[in-house]
């Protein structure tokens, strides 16, 4: 594979699943797949309103990577339009081009964000379905306050199609798993131990949440990334690549004009790039009704956007502009947040983890070790009372509270 095609295959494996692994080597032989999947982020939006002026490729930029739970058999079977399904993952990659690298930043999918058309708090994974990427990027520049500039938005078909097309990918399976399939009509099993998967197989993978965690789960997806890049790269595959452009414009939507990704395509073959990445920390929170949802910290959310307005040339943050801070007291889930509040509250007083030379545990960000991560394991259940060991767990009224047993909490 030559140095074009590799370098442009490193940007869109972040998307977790390689369906546009070969736009870069096409982008000069075939327009037609990457013309079809081009779609504007819609509003007649130009910019993010984050930003003062458009942005370039060639300066550092944002890309929102966005797996949908949608395929050709559940749209056919719920009337559903793309635009209308949830997304069933979101990383926010950054890419610095000071510094050659990218920091990934993968947003859990229960976590409780602003949703502005709503004038409500919701799950980050319902925006999508409530307003398509418009309102998946609204959300997302809501939570951690940083411009999204690109997206590339995929949904089941096309891992499904990838791996198929190259005729499986190798994966080493940490445990048998039971999951439903894609066409939901029936259950994908997969052994435990090293195995060829073919495209379902390998979608079971990537999304189950029932043996370990979001933690695990994420892990994996790199592991099936790491996969599908090998087999891509392996000379077999190069006689696919017909087929390939085919995935690409069926299940794969973007807005990158071509001169972008030609001229991503060459920074990339030029540059050794470093990846980083993380995940947004928070603490299990569930409704009084018994639903489940996941709260960022907000000191968590203030480092990860201080260091990535860095990279982007942008003003440090002020808490007043993350929802989550300055609404964190109208967090009630589904609760219309009057509109005087939304035009006219502001903080009485800036959090203490925003002072000059405050020394914040969570880092950069990025630099948070796995034992961090692990102590904020995301439990995605929707029964209270399976649920032991919990961090700690805040009432829809924004309380706090520590006690284990549910009848004393109030349930």
């Known amino acids: 594979m030559n140095k074009f095609l590799k370098a442009f295959v490193v940007l869109l494996i972040l998307a977790a699943i390689a369906a546009v692994i070969w736009i870069g080597y096409l982008f000069y032989t075939v327009n037609k797949g990457v013309s079809d999947s081009y779609e504007d982020i819609g509003n007649d939006r130009s910019k993010s309103e984050l930003r003062s002026k ?123 798993m039971v999951e439903p399939n894609p066409y939901d009509d029936g259950k994908t099993r997969v052994k435990k131990g090293k195995q060829t998967l073919d495209g379902e197989q390998a979608l079971a993978v990537v999304r189950s949440r029932q043996y370990d965690s979001d933690f695990g789960r994420g892990e994996r997806q790199m592991q099936m990334i790491k996969a599908i890049m090998q087999k891509a790269k ?36 030029k540059n050794e790039i470093d990846f980083e990445s993380s995940m947004i920390l928070g603490d299990d929170y569930w409704a009084h009704n018994g639903a489940y949802y996941y709260k960022p910290a907000n000191e968590h959310l203030f480092v990860i956007s201080k260091t990535l307005r860095e990279i982007l040339n942008l003003d440090p943050p002020v808490a007043d502009d993350f ?36 020394d914040s545990p969570y880092g950069t960000g990025f630099d948070v070790t796995r034992e961090t991560l692990q102590q904020h394991e995301i439990e995605g259940d929707t029964n209270v009372d399976d649920v032991d060991g919990m961090n700690n767990e805040y009432y829809d009224d924004g309380t706090e509270n520590n006690e284990q047993d549910s009848e004393n909490n109030g349930w």
């Open 234 to 269: 392996s000379t077999g595959a190069i006689s696919k690549y017909d087929d390939l452009v085919k995935v690409v414009a069926r299940n794969v939507n973007h807005n990158f004009t071509m001169n972008e990704l030609g001229n991503i395509a060459t920074y990339f073959s």
């Open 54 to 176: 458009e942005v370039s490729v060639e300066d550092s930029f944002t890309v929102l990577i966005m797996g949908i739970d949608e395929n050709e058999s559940r749209s056919k079977k719920e009337n559903l339009s793309r635009d209308q399904f949830r997304t069933d993952s979101m990383i926010l990659a950054t890419f610095d081009k000071n510094s050659n690298s990218v920091k990934m930043l993968s947003i859990p999918r229960d976590s409780l964000t602003y949703m502005s058309n709503e004038q409500t708090f919701d799950k980050v994974n319902h925006a999508h379905a409530l307003g398509g990427v418009p309102s998946a990027v609204d959300a997302v520049e809501n939570l951690v306050n940083v411009p999204v500039d690109y997206y590339i938005r995929l949904n089941f078909d096309a891992l499904v199609e990838m791996v198929d097309t190259l005729n499986g990918v190798e994966f080493d399976v940490p445990f048998d």
């Open 323 to 358: 929802e989550n801070i300055r609404y964190e007291y109208w967090m009630n889930p589904g609760a219309i947040i009057p509109t005087d509040i939304v035009e006219n509250y502001n903080l009485e007083e800036e959090p203490f983890y925003t002072e000059e030379g405050y």
